[in-house]
């Protein structure tokens, strides 16, 4: 059983433009959601992170949204550049420690 | 600050061979999780601890996988007879319970591949 749906896929955008990743979950105990960034041939390394209390939280160019009520999430990147280029997962923890990744989108910013 | 350590970095085997893969977490960080990700998927968990205690195995498959975390730091996950369906990269993660947020930071991974 997948915990949390994420998409697109892959997604391509040109450089200076806006990024939009999604995701969507069904466990009502889920209460941190993280973001991660992962680059090839590296492990998964935290972007941005969302409580369950909060539906936005922003850190530079990168703004995560929370809908608790539709159980969706949004990572929106701004001027997006070459060096975002990377595959994002989005995950979902609750208070059992345990974090259940997405399928993640592999992200590609042309210049 | 060093980071999560993971060896070797790359191993490739023929089904049936075992291999062993080697962990070394931020210090200080009492929770240990091992994950599976395959090739252009998300990480999957397959056994996590609590100092040297196991608290969830249920996805690890335990006829051919085992992970030991006997002084509650540094962790060995082992397969005994691969099989091509193990071809993933296997990541280790650690965090600290008691923080506000459970953040985990992961190693580089080692890179199965069986043949």
């Known amino acids: 059983q997948q915990q949390v749906r994420q998409s697109p896929q892959s997604l391509t955008v040109w450089e200076g433009g806006t990024t939009v990743l999604t995701c969507s979950y069904e466990?009502?105990?889920?209460?941190?959601f993280p973001w991660y960034q992962q680059f090839p041939g590296e492990g998964p390394a935290l972007l941005i992170s969302i409580l369950s209390v909060s539906d936005k939280k922003e850190d530079g160019r990168f703004t995560t949204f929370f809908n608790k009520r539709e159980k969706k999430l949004s990572l929106h990147i701004i001027d997006s550049q070459p060096g975002d280029s990377a595959t994002y997962f989005c995950a979902a923890m609750s208070n059992y420690n345990v974090l259940y990744f997405g399928s993640g989108t592999k992200l590609t910013v042309e210049p | 600050e060093a980071g999560v350590t993971q060896s070797p970095r790359y191993a490739v085997l023929q089904e049936g061979q075992a291999v062993s893969f080697w962990c070394d977490p931020i210090s200080g960080h009492d929770t240990l999780y091992w994950y599976q990700q395959p090739r252009d998927q998300g990480p999957q968990l397959l056994v996590y601890?609590?100092?040297?205690?196991?608290?969830?195995n249920s996805q690890l498959p335990s006829d051919r996988f085992s992970a030991v975390r006997p002084k509650g730091t540094n962790s060995t996950l082992k397969i005994q007879s691969a099989k091509q369906g193990d071809t993933a990269t296997y990541l280790c993660a650690s965090s600290f319970a008691g923080g506000s947020q459970n953040t985990l930071y992961f190693g580089a991974g080692t890179r199965l591949s069986v043949l």
């Open positions: 601890f609590r100092d040297e205690a196991v608290i969830d």
């Open positions: 466990d009502s105990t889920f209460n941190y």
